[in-house]
Every structure is written in structure tokens, then in C-alpha cells.
């Protein structure tokens, strides 16, 4: 199917798998590849400056026709290293940059100046508008059944509103786990879609198995929103030990978030936290099980090869 993203990025299918915090990899953006949509990697699964820029130059090297790869880059000040982690992006290039929490006026304009098209994540109007005015190349909608930190609109709302008052591309992300979705958010005026959890429970994702088999084996009534991870509301699995911890900020969190000096502060402690608490769970067998995940992986019915989840999307 040929629409603008397919256009943009020179892909087969409308589709891009979506950066997910520790799960996404070289390997998975590989097979997303020669299978005919887009890769993204969120630069900071990378440590370093230099695994970046390696993963860059493998990825650059196995590109195919037609293939196209991205990262994402958290523009806030929650993240130090975006400054430093854009050059990187610039001086090896890649095909676009995902924009996440924060100004992206910065990386709009090094960007653009290489060639890599930018698109923004965005969960509403106003937002959308103010990227737009940036030069962002598209806005990737994030709406209220996304995986992570999600939006407050549902799929159909915000991409209506978008598609009405943009004139730049909308791609849409969240509530994508089968085809009948996909056609679904391209019906409201989506130009593509972003999936990220059905791809958690794929051979090559750099997770722990017992991850992988909590998608198969949970599904969406088992999603919920929890402040105890990054200082934003974020979706997980409901196993037993987010039950035992609760899904909101602490009395004392609540407290100093009022504080307008220390609110920063506080949020970026528990952001810090609360992301060494996922990766544990994430990369090693731990009873702390925090796994995020979005109500798509109700589709998801075993563990398989990243291309097997693509052929059963398209």
C-alpha cells in the first residue's frame, strides 16, 4: 500500500516499528527492514557515543533498497546527552529522527541541514500545531491506546483534529496489533502507523523471555497507568508486583511535584529510578517485573521472528 510515509521513507508498507526503551536493537531494525517498513532505536538504549554510532554504521551497511531506519532522541532536559547524541545522528545520518518530550526546534534544524527528515511525537492539536511551525516533516499521534507514555485522545479523535488543522503528514501510534487496525487509523486520515509492543514477544528483541511471554500471556485488561516509573503516567503489565507497589507517586513524591524549585529535580530522580528498575526487569529474570507494553500485545499469541509479526500485520 502506497501512501505519503511509504513516499517519505522509500518503504513497502506504512509502517514503522516504534523505538521501545531496551527492547528495540540492531537486529530487530534489520529484519523490519528487508521486510519492508521503517526501524526506529531510541539513542538511548546506547550508553555510549560510540555503540551509537556503531549501531549507525551496521545498520547503514545492511540497509536494502527500499529500507529506511531512524532514532528516537528525547529532547528534554531529562536527557543530557541529546545534545551530543544529535551530532552523532548528523555526522553518520540515518533516514529521520523520532522527537520525544521536549523542543524540538534544535534538532529540526541540524537535522534538515544533513538531509534526515524529522518527525514529532505529539498527543495533541496545540502541540502538533507548534512542531508544525518548526518545519517537522510529520507528526507521529500518540493517542490514549499507545504502549509507554501514551496520550489522553482516542485514535480516531486526534487524527480527525490533526488531519483537519496540519498540513503535514500524520502517523498514527498506539492501539495497532493486527491489519484490521492499521486500515482502521488509515481510514481516520493516518498517512501510517507506529507499533511497538506486538513486536516485545519477537526472537530478536533484547529482552528476557519471561518478558516476551508476559505479552503473549497477558492481554489488554492486564494494561495499566503507573507514576512509578519515569514521573510520568505510563502503561505496564499488571503483574503481582505492580499490584504489591501500587500505580501512583508516593505522599512524599506528590509533595515535593508542588514544590516549583524541586519539582524538576524530583522528576528526574525518579525518571533515573524508575528506568534502572525496567532495564532490570527488562534484561534479567528479577520478581521486581516491571514491563511496559500496550494493549495491542491482546493480539499477540506467541513469541516469533520479527518478520513473522510483519507478514501478520500487513
Excluded at 87 to 110: A, M, Q, R, W, Y
Excluded at 172 to 199: H, N, Q
Amino acid at each position: 500500500m502506497q501512501t505519503k510515509l511509504t513516499e517519505l521513507l522509500n518503504i513497502k508498507h506504512p509502517i514503522i516499528m516504534a523505538p521501545m526503551f531496551l527492547v528495540s536493537n540492531v537486529a530487530m531494525v534489520k529484519e523490519a527492514m528487508n521486510s519492508g517498513i521503517a526501524g526506529c532505536i531510541p539513542a538511548l538504549n546506547y550508553r555510549t557515543l560510540e555503540e551509537l554510532r556503531a549501531a549507525i554504521k551496521e545498520l547503514k551497511a545492511s540497509k536494502p533498497e527500499g529500507g529506511a531506519f531512524g532514532f528516537n532522541l528525547i529532547v528534554n532536559k531529562s536527557n543530557p546527552k541529546a545534545k551530543a547524541q544529535l551530532d552523532v545522528l548528523c555526522e553518520e545520518g540515518c533516514d529521520f529522527i523520532l522527537t520525544s518530550l521536549g523542543n524540538p526546534k534544535e534538532t529540526i534544524e541540524h537535522a534538515h541541514k544533513v538531509g534526515i527528515k524529522v518527525f514529532c511525537d505529539i498527543t495533541d492539536l496545540r502541540f502538533a500545531q507548534k512542531v508544525e511551525s518548526l518545519g517537522a516533516d510529520a507528526v507521529v499521534a500518540v493517542n490514549n491506546e499507545a504502549g509507554g507514555h501514551r496520550g489522553n485522545i482516542s485514535p480516531k479523535e486526534l487524527i480527525s483534529t490533526l488531519k483537519n488543522n496540519l498540513n503535514i503528514p500524520v502517523i498514527s501510534a498506539g492501539g495497532v496489533g493486527c491489519k484490521a487496525d492499521i486500515d482502521k487509523m488509515l481510514s481516520y486520515g493516518a498517512v501510517g502507523v507506529s507499533v511497538g509492543s506486538p513486536f516485545i514477544a519477537s526472537i530478536e528483541a533484547g529482552v528476557t523471555d519471561e518478558y516476551k511471554q508476559a505479552c503473549v500471556d497477558y492481554g489488554a485488561k492486564d494494561i495499566v497507568m503507573t507514576e512509578r516509573i519515569s514521573g510520568t503516567p505510563c502503561t505496564v503489565i499488571n503483574t503481582p508486583y505492580v499490584k504489591k507497589i501500587g500505580t501512583k507517586a508516593t505522599w512524599i513524591e506528590n509533595l515535593l511535584n508542588k514544590n516549583k524549585k524541586l519539582k524538576k529535580w524530583v522528576k528526574m530522580i525518579r525518571f533515573s529510578i524508575g528506568m534502572k528498575a525496567t532495564e532490570k526487569a527488562a534484561k534479567k529474570a528479577t520478581y521486581k517485573t516491571v514491563w511496559v507494553a500496550g494493549p495491542s500485545i491482546e493480539h499477540t499469541k506467541e513469541i516469533l521472528p520479527v518478520k513473522d509479526i510483519i507478514a501478520n500485520l500487513v
